[in-house]
């Protein structure tokens, strides 16, 4: 009997903890991967002469744009829901935290976005914006699922029209957010992420 007290209580210590770990690196690999798929499938796009995000007549945080954005990307990408501009599918969450205590964001209401949902079971939201950063893109890595939580399941990937190419939030080559911000907020954390291929961020 002390013997399995003993375990159960070893378990009870462990099992959050190793639980914790595997949450952890599912979350790096599915952003690591999106990234990837993003970055390709801007390549691809250009490839196949539907040119360059920002020779297709994106203006700004507006429901055209967004539009535009979702409709040309799912032309490459390997979809498993298509939501379009309403979260009638409840393809992302009601709202999203941040890792302090400010006012959570609603992002059904609030600038126009479109939903995808991919095949690794991550939602990626496009927004237009102004140049340079003409696209904005909020990955969900598990969906609508919680913890629903900028820096623990949302990060943004950001493309720039003057660089031509997607950027992670927090690199400075982005024009977002720089790390300083990433443990506290939760901005920024994109760039962490996948440099370092790990969230100790959460644990400083």
Same mark, same amino acid.
């Given at each position: 009997?002390?013997? @399995? ?11 959050? +903890? ?8 599912? +979350? ?8 990837? =798929?993003?970055?390709? #499938?801007?390549?691809? @796009? ?5 040119? &360059?995000?920002?020779?297709?007549? =994106? ?8 539009? *535009?954005?979702?409709? &040309?990307? &799912? ?10 501009? #309403? ?9 999203? /935290?941040?890792?302090?205590?400010? !006012? ?18 991550? +939602? *990626? ?28 399941? @949302? ?15 927090? /690199?400075?080559?982005?024009? !977002? %957010?720089?790390?300083? @911000? ?15 291929? %790990?969230?100790?961020?959460?644990? &400083?």
């Amino acid at each position: 009997m002390i013997t @399995l007290g003993v375990i159960g209580v070893v378990a009870a210590m462990t099992i959050p +903890t190793l639980m914790a770990k595997y949450y952890e690196h599912k +979350t790096v690999t599915t952003l690591k991967e999106t990234f990837s =798929i993003l970055t390709q #499938s801007a390549k691809l @796009l250009d490839e196949m002469d539907e040119g &360059k995000p920002e020779e297709w007549g =994106i203006t700004g945080s507006d429901e055209q744009s967004a539009e *535009i954005i979702g409709n &040309k990307f &799912k032309k490459v990408l390997k979809v498993a829901v298509d939501c379009g501009i #309403s979260n009638e599918k409840k393809c992302i969450a009601e709202s999203y /935290d941040y890792l302090d205590n400010r !006012t959570p964001v609603d992002y059904t209401s609030s600038d126009p976005n479109y939903k995808l949902v991919l095949l690794n079971g991550g +939602t *990626i939201m496009f927004f237009g914006l102004p140049a340079p950063r003409i696209v904005k893109v909020l990955v969900d890595t598990n969906g609508s699922a919680p913890p629903n939580c900028w820096g623990r399941d @949302l990060f943004e990937i950001d493309y720039m029209s003057d660089k031509s190419g997607f950027f992670l939030d927090g /690199d400075k080559n982005a024009g !977002t %957010n720089s790390h300083s @911000l990433c443990a506290t907020v939760g901005w920024g954390c994109a760039s962490y992420v996948v440099t370092y291929g %790990n969230m100790d961020y959460l644990h &400083k």
